[in-house]
């Protein structure tokens, strides 16, 4: 008589839940119908001490690439090296894919060639962010008909629009494990992404992290659960103080870059800077059905040792632009800083349309320096959104409530001037006690006229200041005002001085 034991294929490994079956065999056999049955005899002893299977799952992870193109050599080669090595690698990104490299945000058609990278980059999923909305919705549609990954977001309804109603969620499968992605955006003061109002006109939007709450049931449904969001690092972390039946968080919006991992209330939260510098990497261990080990890094893409060839050569095609890359004019001295820059866009806008005022908003300022020859691509980068400049007459009142709304929440300026000084008077708790506003000359602006203002498209909808005149546009997106103004004057300097202070009582 011999012994066997019953077991799966897989032998080194064995689920806890497939039980080692010990059979005493006799080795007599007997033909039935022409067909030979080997009898079974005996009894059978089950052991209960049998290794349970373990899956690793690795999920790479980006957000905020705003149109960059240049690292997916190295992202596409590092993730499929990993895919050659590891059986369940998946590729997420938490949004703004769009927005801040010319070469995708001014293709015909917008944003082809971002999408098409991620494609053969082999991305899973892409939850909304805010900076998808910048082309309007029917380019987005376009781009998510493109795309071989599913757009996810959960606090919205789209049913006013021209937008189909993305997925709230996806489930990954890793083996026998199920693995859900919750799709959430931030919300501005305005109660919508912070895009231009006029590319989501019909959608209806809802708060993040009350919305996350509505997703509880995905516990039953997958073995872990992963927010996969884009409304900043610290909203994270108030989704993890409140919903820690999160596995865990992957960010974006803030482009905040945790080089070391983070866990709140047990959840891992996780956030890899911004514009493909840095690739997160989350591994979760599954034991069973159990999730028992997550772990998260950082690899910074410079870093990468090897690149996809295929992918490094239409990239190479997508940047050979020869209208963005011609040089029209040379800085004298390097713009250090959004404060310097903001100075020469508008002056610049000012002088365009002779305006008492201009006015940037420093989150419309996309690059923080420029320095040395000055390309097209240049202007685009600094200035992606194809704003209109717009003017408006603004009487001194309606000029401090532009100024008042514009503040940030330590109550500081977050607008550049041109044709005046800003005072930002607060009290001693950094309460708004008063805004001032000054001409060329250090007199204070007067209550009984009108003065003539220049601004971008999106601070006209988005700044939500009570006013007569809504403003009409000028007929040219604000990067094409900054290209006619080098072409003419190439030798580009500006005269730096501080254009607003805190006066606090």
């Known amino acids: 008589m011999t012994v066997s034991m019953l077991m799966p294929a897989n032998t080194d490994k064995v689920k806890c839940d497939v039980p080692c079956i010990l059979i005493y065999q006799n080795p007599m056999n007997f033909k039935i119908s022409g067909k030979i049955i ?47 090595t590891e059986e369940h690698v998946f590729l997420v990104s ?17 944003g082809y060639p971002k999408i098409d990278l991620m494609n053969r980059a082999g991305y899973n999923i892409n939850t909304i962010g805010n900076h998808e909305f910048d082309y309007g919705l029917e380019v987005l549609t376009d781009r998510m008909e493109q795309a071989d990954f599913p757009f996810i977001l959960a606090n919205l309804n789209t049913s006013g629009s021209v937008l189909a109603q993305p997925d709230a969620y996806t489930i990954l499968r890793a ?64 989704m993890a103080a409140r919903y820690p039946w999160f596995d865990v968080i992957i960010g974006g919006h803030s482009h905040t870059l945790t080089l070391r991992p983070e866990e709140h209330n047990g959840v891992l939260v996780t956030q890899a800077g911004s514009n493909m510098q840095y690739v997160g990497k989350v591994t979760l261990v599954f034991r069973g059905r159990e999730l028992v080990e997550k772990s998260a890094a950082m690899i910074r893409t410079s870093g990468i040792e090897g690149a996809d060839s295929e992918i490094a050569a239409l990239v190479e095609m997508y940047n050979d632009n020869p209208a963005l890359n011609r040089v029209i004019g040379r800085l004298a001295e390097p713009l250090k800083n959004k404060d310097e820059l903001g100075i020469f866009i508008t002056e610049t806008y000012r002088k365009y349309g002779n305006f008492d005022f201009a006015f940037q908003n420093y989150g419309g300022i996309r690059v923080n320096s420029m320095d040395g020859d000055v390309r097209v691509r240049d202007i685009f980068r600094m200035d992606p959104f194809g704003n209109e400049l717009v003017g408006m007459d603004l009487s001194y009142p309606e000029l401090k409530r532009l100024i008042g709304n514009s503040l940030s929440s330590r109550n500081t300026p977050s607008v550049q001037i041109a044709g005046g000084t800003i005072e930002v008077h607060l009290a001693e708790d950094r309460s708004l006690r008063d805004v001032k506003i000054f001409d060329p000359s250090g007199m204070e602006l007067v209550t009984n006229r009108k003065y003539s203002v220049a601004m971008p498209s999106y601070m006209a909808s988005a700044f939500d200041f009570e006013r007569e005149d809504q403003g009409t546009g000028m007929g040219i997106i604000t990067a094409a005002v900054l290209i006619d103004h080098i072409e003419k004057n190439p030798d580009i300097g500006i005269t730096y001085s501080t254009r607003s202070r805190i006066v606090q009582h």
């Open 94 to 110: 938490a949004g703004d894919i769009f927005s801040g490299n010319p070469i995708v945000d001014y293709y015909d058609p917008k």
């Open 175 to 238: 083996g026998r494990h199920r693995i859900a992605f919750l799709g959430l955006v931030q919300l501005n003061n305005q109660g919508i992404p912070s895009a231009h109002p006029g590319n989501m006109t019909g959608i209806e939007f809802f708060p993040p992290v009350e919305t996350a709450g509505e997703y509880e049931y995905l516990t039953a449904r997958a073995d872990a659960v992963i927010g996969l969001t884009h409304h900043g690092f610290v909203s994270d972390t108030i």
């Open 38 to 84: 080997l009898l079974l005899f005996a009894g059978i002893f089950i052991f209960s001490g049998c290794e349970e299977q373990e899956t690793r799952v690795v999920i790479f992870h980006t957000n905020d690439s705003h149109s960059q193109l240049d690292h997916f050599p190295s992202l596409a080669w590092l993730v499929n090296n990993e895919r050659a």
